[in-house]
């Protein structure tokens, strides 16, 4: 295993170093080595996701797919509701000829996976003084940057400290600090998407609410157990892409909301006030609804009245 992920350990903390030493020119190259290091893995944070924006692209278009799809799923679900394992299979067919995948908002999750192991194997090898990746290829700049990252700290915490391997209350305090704020911002971003970004629906029988619903509450809980065992480094990483997810999505849902949204809802009250015409609702919608008020009827246009003839004079 360590074999396969070595390329990833060299990438991750050839970043972290590269980034260490151009912040060296700004601040100067013997100064404020902890700062530079805690900024350097908020830089890898920052380049990942930028990376990863096709992704997130994907996410949200698979995403408005599901919710395109809901009365059909809805259909499967009453049609099938004696028997699960065929409304497995409608379900997976119905998923497979819209090229969507219900599990789609993980996508970002899964794809950071391997940089988050990396990382932490990094941060972990700093603290037991056995160096992956750069830090291990015993040229100057890996064993300068490996005593240096050693001595690097976070608000009194060493970076590669977990809240069970240190007896150092300070320490303690900020880990716990830490495990609060990436659960707090796992929890808040979540809960952003569901309350602002999906569609209202019937509740019980929509899979994808029940989801939602499942990631609000178990992601956030299941960061705060397994974050006492991360380092502080990994702990700053996590929390800052969680700050970058927030943001995103925020902008997403404020400025190209889901149709059927709250927030879409909104978004067409605001430009109707504002005498802003909506395209479609102009063009009409293939469903009849119009989109300032989902649900409603589209206005029909009144059929155009016949025309009586006009009585010819009768020739002299």
């Known amino acids: 295993m360590s074999t396969i992920l070595n390329p990833i350990y060299f990438a991750v903390s050839w970043v972290i170093v590269t980034l260490h030493n151009m912040l060296g020119y700004l601040v100067g190259k013997?100064?404020?080595e902890s700062l530079k290091w805690s900024l350097s893995i908020?830089?890898?944070v920052i380049l990942i996701r930028i990376i990863l924006i096709p992704l997130f692209v994907k996410q949200i278009k698979s995403q408005r797919a599901l919710t395109a799809l809901q009365p059909k799923m809805k259909e499967i679900q009453k049609k099938y509701k004696d028997d699960r394992q065929k409304q497995s299979e409608e379900m997976?067919?119905?998923y497979k000829e819209h090229k969507t995948n219900p599990l789609s908002s993980c996508f970002p999750i899964i794809a950071q996976a391997p940089i988050f192991f990396s990382l932490f194997t990094v941060l972990n090898g700093i603290a037991h003084n056995h160096p992956h990746g750069v830090f291990k290829g015993g040229n100057g700049l890996g064993t300068t940057a490996?005593?240096?990252a050693q001595k690097a700290k976070f608000f009194g915490a060493s970076l590669s400290d977990t809240f069970l391997n240190t007896h150092i209350t300070s320490t303690k305090l900020v880990t716990i600090g830490l495990i609060v704020f990436m659960s707090a911002t796992t929890f808040t971003t979540q809960r952003q998407l569901m309350v602002k970004g999906m569609p209202k629906t019937d509740g019980a029988s929509d899979m994808m609410q029940s989801q939602q619903k499942i990631m609000l509450y178990v992601f956030p809980l299941i960061f705060a157990v397994s974050g006492v065992n991360f380092p502080v480094g990994v702990l700053i990483y996590w929390g800052t892409t969680n700050l970058w997810t927030f943001g995103q999505?925020?902008?997403v849902i404020k400025r190209n909301p889901t149709p059927g949204?709250?927030?879409?809802?909104?978004?067409?009250?605001?430009r109707a006030a504002k005498g802003i015409p909506n395209p479609e609702a102009i063009t009409g919608t293939a469903t009849g609804t119009t989109l300032e008020n989902p649900g409603s009827q589209a206005p029909t246009e009144?059929?155009?009245q016949r025309q009586q003839p006009k009585k010819r004079k009768p020739k002299k």
């Open 92 to 94: 997976m067919k119905l």
């Open 30 to 32: 013997s100064s404020h």
């Open 249 to 251: 999505q925020y902008y």
């Open 302 to 304: 009144k059929p155009a």
């Open 261 to 270: 949204s709250p927030a879409y809802i909104e978004l067409m009250a605001k």
């Open 42 to 44: 908020i830089g890898l």
């Open 146 to 148: 490996f005593l240096s």
